[in-house]
């Protein structure tokens, strides 16, 4: 799971491509670079994004996921909300953000993404912790 907090100073990204490139080939580098863009989400005021959130198929349904995402809610403050976008053919991932409180706050749908993921419609998800 990666969160991201919105920051106020300047960071630079620390992927090396040329080693990338040589670890995993430059076609391989190149379609991961242009898929992580075409999933980038621009961060709000008082926002906590899960960018990415997977649990290896051989492990699911064994509350992992549950527990990464409560221990995500476990970190965020009064006046904060946690927020994620999840792929609309990913019932099983919906139903377990709105069993942890998470609510459809809209829906989004992008060719680009359609084209690279094979998955159109995504639901973006919020959950504010309860004062």
Known sequence: MLLRF???KATKPS????HQCRSFGIRNTLRIMIQLLALEHTLADNECYIDHIAVD????????????LQRAQSEISSNERLTLYVSEKNSPAIQLYK???FQ???Q???LLRGLLFNEASWIFMEWRKVT
């Open 6 to 8: 919105k920051s106020t």
């Open 15 to 18: 992927w090396e491509f040329l």
């Open 57 to 68: 198929h051989t492990a699911q349904r064994q509350g992992i996921g549950k527990a990464l």
């Open 99 to 101: 069993t942890l409180g």
């Open 104 to 106: 459809i706050t809209k």
């Open 108 to 110: 989004h749908t992008s």
